[in-house]
T-cell receptor
Framework: AQKVTQAQTEISVVEKEDVTLDCVYE???????LFWYKQPPSGELVFLIR??????QNEISGRYSWNFQKSTSSFNFTITASQVVDSAVYFC???????????FGTGTSLTVIP | GAGVSQSPRYKVAKRGQDVALRCDPI?????LFWYQQALGQGPEFLTY????????KSGLPSDRFFAERPEGSVSTLKIQRTQQEDSAVYLC????????????????FGEGSRLTVL
């Protein structure tokens, strides 16, 4: 079974603080894909990052960075020097290589306080 | 258009009415998904099309829900005899890659259609 767990329901940080959003996934597939999406108040989910299961290299892109650990089935997302515009709901998602469904977590609502 | 377009953005229906929600995906995108998002929850899969073929409808909650994509582009999600539990945001997403693609691409979402059933 495929499952994504985001244990953090809500997080509040003060502007310029760093914040890490946690994601734990479950899958029996050997090849799979992990995603992070951002949902601002307008409602449209915006793609942020995709990671393949066979690529554990972590990456930094501007203020965003990702930590993919297969050993712990985690795919955490960090925003450095947070800004008010980062306030949104963030979803982690999983897709297997043999299926067509994306499985989403329940989301983490991030509020950045000016 | 440049992105995924959904209409109507907001729909209020009386219980028992039929509704139709439209999705215009990104031109040329092979895959089209419908998701249901209840308040405070993540999107839940409803159905998937690859071109005009509906390959997976396992997420449709009942036979009152029906989706089609007759020409492999625009899709319509129809809900018959709406119930209060159908109230949710219905999200459409498209992707350039199909099932079993060697490099699964990301989803591009529309802004959703918010359905309220009174």
């Amino acid at each position: 079974a495929q499952k994504v767990t985001q244990a953090q329901t809500e997080i509040s940080v003060v502007e310029k603080e760093d914040v890490t959003l946690d994601c734990v996934y479950e899958t029996r597939d050997t090849t799979y894909y992990l995603f992070w999406y951002k949902q601002p108040p307008s409602g449209e989910l915006v793609f942020l990052i995709r990671r393949n299961s066979f690529d554990e290299q972590n990456e930094i892109s501007g203020r965003y960075s990702w930590n993919f650990q297969k050993s712990t089935s985690s795919f955490n997302f960090t925003i450095t020097a947070s800004q008010v515009v980062d306030s949104a709901v963030y979803f982690c998602a999983l897709r297997s290589n043999t299926g067509n469904q994306f499985y989403f977590g329940t989301g983490t609502s991030l509020t950045v306080i000016p | 258009g440049a992105g995924v377009s959904q209409s109507p953005r907001y729909k209020v229906a009386k219980r028992g009415q039929d509704v139709a929600l439209r999705c215009d995906p990104i031109s040329g995108h092979v895959s089209l998904f419908w998701y249901q998002q209840a308040l405070g929850q993540g999107p839940e899969f409803l159905t998937y099309f690859q071109n005009e073929a509906q390959l997976d409808k396992s997420g449709l909650p009942s036979d009152r829900f029906f989706a089609e994509r007759p020409e492999g582009s625009v899709s319509t999600l129809k809900i018959q005899r709406t119930q209060q539990e159908d109230s949710a945001v219905y999200l459409c997403a498209s992707s350039a890659s199909g099932v079993y693609a060697a490099n699964t691409g990301e989803l591009f979402f529309g802004e959703g259609s918010r359905l309220t059933v009174l």
